[in-house]
């Protein structure tokens, strides 16, 4: 029985061809842009949210809401 290796394989160039070609950089590119675009739209969402808890709070405590408890 004759026990043989495989030799190891270079991976390096490879990987540093694939990561500097056009189509990767833009690939990633488009990436970072959506990750941008989704922290614009959660900012967003929060501060719309916020404002219609407060407005609720608001129009809850001048007891303008339909059987609304008033405070005072």
């Known amino acids: 029985m004759v026990a043989t290796t495989a030799p190891a394989l270079d991976h390096s160039a490879t990987q540093s061809t694939l990561a500097d070609s056009p ?10 842009a959506s990750g941008e675009r989704v922290r614009a ?3 967003l969402a929060w ?4 404002g219609l808890i407060v407005l ?8 303008v809401l339909p059987a609304a408890v008033k405070l005072f």
């Open 41 to 43: 739209l959660m900012d």
């Open 47 to 50: 501060k719309l949210g916020l």
């Open 56 to 63: 609720v709070v608001v129009a809850w405590a001048a007891g």
């Open 23 to 32: 189509p990767a950089t833009a690939g990633i590119a488009a990436y970072i």
